[in-house]
């Protein structure tokens, strides 16, 4: 859906591997607050060079909306401080896009930390991702 006045952006990152725990992967995720859809994405490593990736995705008309985020240095270094806050769990700022990782969590068994169900190519896992954001974002909102 198209941007409109009063939208935020929640940023998050959640841990998911390829193959075995020492091939991890970091799924960053845009989130926007008000409509509840997952704007963009990225699947890389923990570092301010992957988080640059979903910022660069993130379209046009979202990227000057306000963002919110947990505390990781990258999201610093990437996102502009006029529009960015870095915030705390408990202020409830990235509440919603926590709540998406538990969703994705739940529903996709590759994405659970200690599960038998895991993807055995990096191109499966994204397509996987993929796909459930694709059928999340065309959810009605209720």
């Known amino acids: 859906m198209p941007a409109e006045a009063g939208d935020v952006l929640e940023l998050d990152e959640l841990w ?28 890389g490593d923990p570092s ?8 660069e995705r993130i379209p046009l008309d979202y990227r000057c909306r306000a963002t919110r985020s947990d ?7 990437v996102f ?12 409830g700022e990235t509440c919603h896009v926590e709540r998406w990782n538990n969703t994705l969590r739940q529903r996709l068994g ?5 599960t038998l169900s895991f993807s055995k190519c990096d ?7 993929r796909l459930f954001i694709h059928e999340y974002n065309h959810q009605p909102v209720i």
């Open 16 to 43: 998911s591997f390829v193959g075995s725990k020492a091939n991890a992967r970091w799924v960053w995720i845009a989130f926007c607050r008000q409509t509840r859809q997952v704007v963009a994405y990225f699947v």
């Open 48 to 55: 301010a060079e992957s988080a640059r990736a979903p910022r």
């Open 123 to 129: 191109r499966m896992h994204e397509l996987a991702l």
């Open 110 to 114: 590759r994405f659970v930390r200690k």
């Open 71 to 77: 505390s990781w240095r990258a999201y610093d270094e």
């Open 80 to 91: 502009p401080r006029r529009t960015h806050r870095l915030c705390d769990k408990g202020e």
